[in-house]
Antibody, heavy 121, light 109 residues
Framework: QITLKESGPTLVKPTQTLTLTCTFSGFSLSTSGVGVGWIRQPPGKALEWLALIYWDDDKRYSPSLKSRLTITKDTSKNQVVLTMTNMDPVDTATYYC?????????????WGQGTMVTVSS | EIVMTQSPATLSVSPGERATLSCRASQSVSSNLAWYQQKPGQAPRLLIYGASTRATGIPARFSGSGSGTEFTLTISSLQSEDFAVYYCQQYNNWPPPWTFGQGTKVEIK
């Protein structure tokens, strides 16, 4: 059974850096073709694809946010970390991590519960 | 970036009726199209991938069709638990982003 859970601060100040951790179980991020991604959703709005890291450490980012995002993995800890710099109130959203299996690279079959992040001074 | 446009924004349907949701891509995504269901306060759930393949555990009343730029999600007989927001996502183009539509809310008529 695959599970993922996001953790991190619920409140950050403008200009600060956000660091979110996705801790997962039920699969290995060293398995060929597997990835873990991050998606966010502002309150009442649609989903936005942010970043994805693959089993071989290949990394893909949303072009509009690429300069602010970094995604890394720690296979031994079953964790994926997303950092987003220079946070702004428009970045207030629920942030989800999700499992991307080989057969639907870029899409997600199992999602974490999400973590709400508010950007405010 | 490929833009995904869903219609209608809101669909009012009575329980037991059929619901038909549309998703259009600004350029061809082949069959690399997924549908998700999201209920209030919950994470999205994968329903359909490859435009027409039901994900594990998804009831047969959910079906997907289409290819290229035009896609449809059909719920054959709406159950109470089906009232939710539905999103399409393309995962075809490289490089990313693998964009989502803006969602269709299916509400009780």
């Amino acid at each position: 059974q695959i599970t993922l859970k996001e953790s991190g601060p619920t409140l950050v100040k403008p200009t600060q850096t956000l660091t979110l951790t996705c801790t997962f179980s039920g699969f290995s991020l060293s398995t060929s073709g597997v990835g873990v991604g991050w998606i966010r959703q502002p309150p009442g709005k649609a989903l936005e694809w942010l970043a994805l890291i693959y089993w071989d450490d290949d990394k893909r980012y949303s072009p509009s946010l690429k300069s602010r995002l970094t995604i890394t993995k720690d296979t031994s800890k079953n964790q994926v970390v997303l950092t987003m710099t220079n946070m702004d109130p428009v970045d207030t959203a629920t942030y989800y991590c999700a499992h991307s299996p080989e057969f639907i690279t870029g899409a997600f079959d199992i999602w974490g519960q999400g973590t709400m992040v508010t950007v405010s001074s | 970036e490929i833009v995904m446009t869903q219609s209608p924004a809101t669909l009012s349907v009575s329980p037991g009726e059929r619901a038909t949701l549309s998703c259009r891509a600004s350029q061809s995504v082949s069959s690399n199209l997924a549908w998700y269901q999201q209920k209030p306060g919950q994470a999205p759930r994968l329903l359909i991938y490859g435009a027409s393949t039901r994900a594990t555990g998804i009831p047969a009343r959910f079906s997907g069709s289409g290819s290229g730029t035009e896609f449809t999600l059909t719920i054959s007989s709406l159950q109470s638990e089906d009232f939710a927001v539905y999103y399409c996502q393309q995962y075809n183009n490289w490089p990313p982003p693998w964009t989502f539509g803006q969602g269709t809310k299916v509400e009780i008529k």
